[in-house]
């Protein structure tokens, strides 16, 4: 202890040089003051522009500014979205000014004409030019490099009872203050090229907090000139007028520039549409700034845009405030961004320098046909650079010629491999991003620092200088996640940094050495109960290389031991894969599931078996042969080749253990319940199967990434050709042909329809005499949801009506952005969506099997609920009740 005390000492000094350091600063020449309304209410993140100049500092959250500047003369303008502009000139000396701005509300101007005009709102006329101009401004910048400074801070407003005291208890150790959960300032250097293209240097960063990486430049990307932001639906989309009504609310100037001012309201309140006020520039059309708000699962996301005139006629972000709030699971919460945009230096599309005029037909109608006329079929590939300058365009031959200009820089763009596609946004942190001190930050930082933002830092800097902990010694574990298609045979598995005796029971994965791994898979992971093999369980060991390469290998053998049937069981498998393919070989004696999908997960029916006295999982036993091979050729299509041989034997219930034993619900026969075929289906025999499917995307779109274009097949429908074949005239021979569509189709603002069509037939006068190789369906006679509505039935028997005659059936379900519950606010903005699910099942013997049902999906934003009926013959059957979790979240987070 006595060794440290200097330590300890030298850091006190430190923190007390820290704390009463402001009060020794000699302050610089310039002005400071405070940014409020009228009424002496603070205005945050107001714009200060130094006139003349694109350069401007901007007021902290409390209203203050500081601007530190050289003796002379200078001109000010202190603005805030909302309210009127104040232009004030400053002559400096050589001490600081103290000038209190106080804005008032803007005034919004409304012509005469307008006031006592009828018929159509002007708002539409001004909204169809700004649209059909938008992909215009989208284009009309070929490059920028631009600096960002950005601030970002975010609190708890309410934290659940249960999980209060052990929260605050966490942010009292790591020295944060209870109300604040980080504070994050970061000055970047962005370089955007055309199209969609932005590198972020991160040259200074500085947070106190937990949240070291977090960073709100996805915001930055952002654009509204786009169809959609953050997955809603921009009012200035293509498809506009279907989601938004717009009002005029009259104009302000800006500049000598008219702004007309637009109110935005959508047609159904909720996820994935903006409401609030947009700003066009006249004749331009273009954004001069926007206040919005969206809501995603009931978190608030207001926005603010300012745009300046960079250059004439185009104008670019300059200053954004983003506002996010809002509750889940009881945590209630507010964060609040700031972005300063500046040094813009842009590189022009020379295709689009030219400046045009453009008409809206349903206003001008005849001087739009007069324009449409003159120009014809006039090819626009090289964008406007065969008009003059001043030239009338209608809003349709805008929109018609900006699509055939992209179209042609799009098909002039070349080719990359669809299989892996990347983002075309990155992020690069400098070498001494977190080194910078704080005069760096006082020279750099467009604002000034709150009492508690300083008390912040210091706390930050205190924290930062005191001695590392010793490290104790110990090693500790991580998790490694295997994928099954890519990455191995099993699952999550535990990695061990060495073996004990206890990973006999937990299983584990271990580094042998750097290129060779193992797998254990103990008894406590395969541990399961059915009716006929009692409680069972067992080993499997797998050996693979760690380094991935061109190809890669694994193999091992697995055992298992059935308690009640007394019987061993054993396999081995030999897998090569690499990118887009994957080769398995295996062989054994096993048991399976008679619907080769195995549509009953072992733990279900375990807990069913035990606590409900319901065996829904029906088996046999094959001592087989088997390989299988499967080639991804490229993003829109692949195919998969298997073949086996097996020798298939009958299995009956061992035992009738149930935990809770239900004398009215017995356990029913290891020979599934089927309505084709007699107890001979079940009968042991040998089997020689081959299998071939092909899969294809035949749609898609193109995806612009790094001066490149990739196809991007994510929207396509999935077709699947499928045909199986059973071997030799004693072996049970059939021909089986199938197809299947699997699809999904966003629909407006919200709405999502997922369908999966299913039918086939066996060919030929030989069908399947054993039930193994019948068709079976995905049935359901559990109390949960798939994670795709429509991945199987919701109260179908599984092998009911297993078939080896022809087939159909399918399954939809509609997701309404507004049906019965969301036709009231509340319910749409707390993310919730309304599902009507159809399925319906066509064999010889189903009886027309359908089923018709109601959900309500995103209960507590997680949450599925279903209300299902059945039908036969039209005439109603029975009724159930599904629960789950929440499915298609991509159709509300696609854009985050």
């Known amino acids: ?382 964008g406007l650079t065969s008009l003059e300058s001043g030239e009338e365009l209608s809003a349709k031959k805008l929109r018609k010629m900006m699509k055939e200009y992209e179209k042609q820089e799009i098909e002039a763009l070349p080719d990359i491999d669809t299989i892996s596609i990347s983002g075309s946004n990155q992020q690069v942190i400098d070498s001494s991003a977190y080194k910078r001190d704080s005069s760096y930050w006082e020279t750099i930082r467009p604002m000034p620092l709150t009492d508690y933002e300083v008390r912040g830092y210091v706390r930050q800097d205190s924290i930062a200088a005191l001695p590392p902990k010793p490290d104790d010694g110990k090693k500790h574990d991580d998790t490694l996640s295997l994928n099954m298609n890519n990455e191995g045979f099993a699952a999550s598995v535990k990695r061990r940094s060495k073996f004990s005796l206890a990973n006999l029971i937990t299983g584990g994965r271990y580094d042998i050495s750097d290129k060779i791994f193992l797998q254990l898979k103990a008894p406590l992971q395969s541990l399961n109960f059915n009716t006929v093999d009692g409680f069972h369980g067992g080993y499997e060991i797998i050996i693979g290389n760690n380094v991935k390469h061109k190809t890669n290998w694994e193999a091992g053998p697995a055992l298992r031991y059935a308690i009640s049937r007394e019987a061993f069981n054993y396999e081995g498998k030999f897998r090569l894969y690499g990118k887009g393919w994957n080769l398995q070989v295996s062989g054994g004696d096993q048991v399976r599931q008679y619907s080769y999908d195995d549509p009953m997960s072992l733990w279900s029916n375990s807990l069913y078996s035990l606590f409900v006295n319901r065996n829904y999982l029906k088996e046999y036993e094959e001592k087989f042969v088997r390989a299988k091979y499967e080639q991804k050729i490229n993003g829109a299509m692949g195919f998969d080749l298997s073949g086996e041989y097996s020798d298939r034997h009958r299995l009956v219930n061992t035992t009738d253990l149930v935990f809770f034993d239900n004398k009215k619900l017995l356990y029913t026969s290891n020979d599934p319940v089927h309505a084709e075929g007699g107890p001979e289906v079940f009968n042991d025999h040998q089997a020689i199967i081959s299998d071939v499917s092909y899969w294809i995307k035949p749609f898609w779109t193109y995806r612009i990434q790094n001066g490149a274009k990739r196809k991007d097949y994510s929207h396509s429908p999935i077709l699947t050709l499928r045909y199986r074949k059973g071997w030799g005239d004693d072996n049970d021979p059939f021909d089986l042909i199938t197809a299947n569509v699997e699809t999904k189709w966003s629909i407006g603002a919200g709405s999502l329809l997922s369908m999966h069509l299913s039918g086939g037939t066996f060919i030929g006068d030989q069908k399947p005499a054993y039930f193994a190789d019948f068709v079976h369906f995905p049935g359901n006679r559990l109390i949960g949801t798939p994670n795709n509505p429509v991945s199987s039935f919701r109260m179908l028997d599984y092998y009911a009506y297993s078939t080896n005659d022809k087939y159909f059936y399918g399954m939809f379900n509609y997701q309404f952005r507004r049906f019965g519950l969301t036709q009231f606010d509340y319910f749409r903005r707390q993310g919730i969506r309304e599902n009507l699910l159809f399925n319906v099942l066509l064999t010889p013997e189903s009886q027309q099997y359908a089923e018709v049902g109601y959900a309500i999906n995103y209960i507590l934003r997680v949450l599925r609920v279903e209300f299902v009926t059945s039908w036969q013959d039209y005439k109603y059957r029975d009724f159930a009740i599904r629960f789950g979790v929440a499915t298609d979240f991509q159709s509300i987070l696609g854009g985050f």
């Open 1 to 382: 202890m006595i060794e440290r005390q200097p330590n300890y000492l030298i850091h006190r000094c430190y923190l007390l040089l820290l704390l009463l350091l402001p009060f020794f600063v000699v302050e610089a020449q310039g002005i400071r003051g405070k940014v409020t309304d009228t009424q002496g209410e603070p205005l945050p993140f107001a714009s200060i522009i130094l006139m003349g100049t694109d350069q401007g500092i901007a007021s902290n959250i409390e209203g203050e500014y500081l601007l530190n500047a050289n003796p002379g003369k200078l001109r000010l303008r202190f603005q805030y979205l909302g309210f009127r502009p104040l232009d004030t000139t400053f002559v400096l000396g050589s001490s600081i000014i103290t000038f209190n701005a106080k804005l008032q509300v803007e005034v919004v101007a409304l012509p005469e004409a307008i006031v006592s005009g009828s018929g159509e709102d002007p708002a539409y006329t001004i909204m169809r030019r700004a649209i059909a101009k938008a992909k215009y401004h989208s284009m009309q910048v070929d490059e920028y490099d631009a600096k960002v400074y950005i601030k970002g801070s975010g609190r708890l407003l309410k934290v659940p009872f249960l999980f209060k005291k052990k929260i605050l208890k966490s942010l009292a150790e790591e020295g944060i203050d209870s109300t604040v959960a980080f504070t994050q300032e970061s000055v970047s250097k962005v370089h955007y090229t055309r199209p969609d293209q932005y590198r972020d240097t991160v040259i200074s960063i500085r947070t106190t907090g937990n949240d070291n990486n977090t960073s709100p430049m996805g915001f930055i990307y952002s654009s509204f000139y786009e169809p959609e932001v953050v997955n809603a639906v921009s009012p200035l989309a293509p498809d506009a007028f279907l989601h938004y009504k717009f009002e005029y609310l009259g104009f302000i100037e800006d500049g000598g520039q008219v702004i007309n001012k637009i109110k935005v309201t959508p047609r159904g309140r909720g996820d994935q549409v903006f409401e609030g006020v947009i700003y066009i520039v006249d004749k331009e059309w273009s954004i001069h700034s926007i206040d919005l708000t969206t809501s995603v699962w009931g978190i608030q996301f207001e926005m603010q845009q300012q745009f300046s005139p960079v250059k004439p006629d185009v104008w670019l972000p300059v200053h954004e405030i983003y506002d996010v709030s809002g509750s889940v699971f009881g945590f209630a919460f507010e964060y609040r961004y700031f972005a300063k945009l500046s040094d813009y230096d842009l590189t022009l599309n020379p295709d689009l320098e030219v400046p045009v005029v453009v008409l809206d037909a349903k206003v001008e109608t005849d001087e739009a046909k007069a324009s449409d006329a003159k120009l014809g079929n006039r090819s626009f590939q090289n």
